[in-house]
């Protein structure tokens, strides 16, 4: 069980989901086939359907398969009941779960009293009958470097006392100042040793979580925003100017029913760029909003959520003080908090290392994308979104800059951004928002875009006019290298957004023609279409162009260019000006990149099946293994890829624009938010290779 994991701790509120999470991450990006166990479960009945919380959380992962119900061992029923029963149960069904993946990632139980031994030894014991080194997590909060290694020592001797193995020990919630000396403290403890700092919103409850302590219900407001953080309490129970002096980034505001112009007075704070965004109201004491306070803020489309309650002043805010909040599957931000924290600070390829987690040459999509966003954050770019007020855009926006993808400039109306990522409930704060209308900047641009176009009769005039359009400004900032690449096109068509790169861009020396890719993610590898989406009947020098473009991109992602150039032909088994075409444009590659694989004419199922390559053309070192298909024209290569997505399952992650100098991408107008935090990835990966 070499590429399995047990993580366990000593005491409760450790934070081990994260580590947890983390780990499994680190397992889907190498491995195909990741499942999740847990030994020992509660039923949860507080709002999570009798499901333990951190399983759900783990197997709703993209890369898990094994279902929930499948990867539970016992409850602490059955343990208390028998203990030695209960292992044999754990282990058989571990071994179930660890046949149909490649590595699992084991929970160990909470501290809830498993009895005698204590809990974390039958844990320990668990580990060593599972044959599965332990990873130990520590609660750093409020503690020395001392107090952690004593901790760790404790545990130590009792993981040896029921012949566990140590794999690895992280330290979690630790103060800032204290991350060096703990790990230097635990270096003794004869295993690799990391420390995570304490992350407050991974502790802050969400809205939802306030609901049932107070017995409360939504009285309006949007219910996907039940899903925000809580960071704090503000008890309105003074006037309204004080009220606004003690409002807090994300803090629930408790106030009486029966004070509205404290409710009107909060939400019309909540909106304005001035004052924090809050992350609820949560009306005490019973009292009902009068029906004209109520017809008022449904007129005006409040997203905010309202909650009521019948407790009093006292006790609702000792009830809501008193709860917690967990990392669970329906808090998405705190996942990707989680996440990065993880990542930030944990070396996971070297403790996959350590496992001896052998890569597989296998590709899944998921571990495709994995890449993409780990190459983005180890070289961190700039990307300009012109599309700054759109929702998808701002969800995505919220994604990338929490997981710390890519520094962001969202185009638009500052005012307009701030309110529609409160009435969603995101947080772009750290983003640059620019408003095109009024920026310094657009003289600038002005300027620039007239020297350059002044050949085809654009006076200054008409400058100014055009670079104030978000797609001109976003493109001026790319060519004047004040942002690294532009992703658009989620509301504005392909046309709009490549028109302003081709006129001010343009295309790298050598390549006269801009194409696009798709990255196809098939199940087991990812293969390159072009060109999908740009040229709709390409000549046989541009035929040349996507493919020696393609396999460039193909390279840059990491994918082996192998070209297969398309045809209803393979070889000189037909004739016609198609087949000629192609077998023209495969003779100017192998003249522009003769070290470069490829084929042509050559049919798909020649290209791409071993056994028909045989028959094809036996001596192809392209045949039957290529990985970069370049079709014939616009209309082959639309309905090709669509039929491979379809058909097969697949995910089609593009188009992805190439043969511009600096990095320009255009977005499906249906595209969804991960479509799009993918999209960004990529281009800031273009940007590192300095453009194409």
Same mark, same amino acid.
């Given at each position: ?11 409760? &509120? ?12 680190? &397992? ?34 993209? !890369? ?132 995570? =700092? ?72 909540? !909106? ?7 992350? !609820? ?154 408003? =095109? ?7 600038? &641009? ?26 001109? &400004? ?63 009947? =390409? ?154």
């Amino acid at each position: 069980m070499g590429s399995s994991v047990y993580v366990a701790s000593v005491e409760g &509120f450790t934070g081990k989901s994260t580590v947890a999470l983390g780990v499994l991450e680190q &397992f889907s990006r190498r491995v195909g086939r990741v499942a999740v166990f847990r030994p020992i479960v509660r039923a949860d009945t507080a709002g999570h359907g009798g499901r333990d919380y951190v399983l759900d959380l783990l197997t709703s992962h993209d !890369a898990v398969a094994v279902p929930y119900d499948d990867s539970v061992g016992v409850t602490y029923d059955e343990v208390h009941a028998d203990p030695d029963a209960a292992l044999d149960t754990i282990v058989r069904r571990f071994h179930a779960v660890a046949e149909r993946a490649d590595a699992v990632v084991v929970v160990g139980s909470d501290y809830t009293d498993v009895g005698n031994p204590t809990e974390f030894s039958y844990n320990a014991k668990i580990a060593a009958n599972l044959g599965v080194p332990v990873l130990l997590v520590l609660n750093g909060y409020d503690r020395t470097p001392r107090d952690v290694r004593t901790i760790a020592d404790i545990a130590l001797a009792e993981l040896h006392a029921n012949h566990g193995s140590l794999f690895a020990v992280i330290a979690n919630r630790v103060g800032k100042e204290l991350l060096t000396p703990v790990v230097d403290a635990l270096a003794g403890a004869g295993a690799p040793a990391f420390a995570i =700092p304490e992350e407050p919103v991974l502790n802050q409850p969400s809205v939802a979580d306030l609901l049932t302590p107070i017995d409360g219900r939504l009285l309006s407001g949007d219910p996907q925003l039940l899903s925000r953080e809580v960071t704090g309490l503000v008890v309105a129970a003074m006037t309204m100017p004080n009220v606004l002096d003690r409002l807090a980034e994300g803090a629930a505001v408790v106030t009486a029913g029966d004070r509205p112009e404290v409710v009107l007075g909060v939400l019309m704070a909540h !909106a304005s760029r001035n004052f924090p965004q809050i992350s !609820a109201i949560v009306l005490n004491g019973g009292f009902e909003l009068p029906d004209q306070v109520q017809r008022l803020i449904g007129g005006l489309g409040v997203t905010l959520p309202i909650l009521e309650t019948r407790l009093g002043t006292q006790a609702t805010s000792a009830a809501l003080t008193a709860v917690r909040g967990r990392l669970t599957k329906d808090s998405p931000r705190k996942v990707d908090v989680a996440l990065a924290l993880f990542a930030q600070y944990v070396d996971g390829r070297a403790l996959l290392d350590q496992l001896a987690v052998a890569r597989t040459s296998v590709v899944t999509p998921l571990m495709f994308e994995h890449r993409l966003l780990d190459r983005a954050v180890a070289d961190r770019k700039h990307i300009v979104l012109p599309e700054g007020s759109e929702e998808r855009i701002l969800r995505a926006a919220d994604v990338l800059l929490r997981r710390g993808v890519a520094d962001l400039t969202l185009l638009g109306d500052p005012i307009a951004i701030s309110a529609k990522a409160a009435a969603i409930g995101v947080d772009v704060a750290s983003a640059r928002v620019v408003n =095109p209308e009024d920026d310094p900047l657009a003289e600038r &641009f002005a300027a620039e875009y007239h020297r350059l176009r002044q050949h085809r009769g654009i006076d200054l005039e008409r400058a100014r006019e055009l670079v104030k359009d978000v797609s001109y &400004f976003g493109t001026m900032m790319v060519q004047l290298g004040l942002a690294d690449g532009m992703v658009s096109g989620a509301v504005h068509t392909t046309a709009h957004t490549i028109r302003p790169a081709l006129e001010v861009v343009k295309t790298v020396p050598d390549v006269s023609a801009v194409s696009s890719v798709f990255f196809m993610c098939l199940q087991h590898q990812v293969l390159v279409y072009g060109d999908c989406a740009i040229i709709p009947d =390409p000549t046989a020098e541009q035929l040349a162009d996507i493919a020696t473009s393609s396999a460039a991109t193909a390279a840059a992602f990491g994918i082996e260019p192998r070209v297969a150039m398309l045809s209803y032909s393979t070889g000189m088994s037909g004739a016609g000006t198609d087949v000629e075409k192609v077998s023209k444009a495969t003779t100017i590659v192998r003249e522009r990149a003769p070290g470069l694989l490829v084929e042509g004419p050559i049919q798909y199922d020649a290209a791409i099946d071993a056994a028909v390559a045989r028959t094809k053309l036996p001596d192809s070192p392209v045949a039957g293994k290529a990985t970069v298909f370049v079709f014939p024209d616009l209309n082959t290569g639309n309905n090709t890829y669509k039929a491979v997505q379809r058909s097969a399952n697949a995910v089609a992650v593009g188009p992805v624009l190439q043969g511009l100098r600096k990095p320009v991408n255009d977005l499906s107008r249906g595209a969804t938010v991960r479509d799009i935090v993918n999209t960004v990835a990529i281009t800031a990966i273009q940007a590192q290779q300095g453009g194409e």
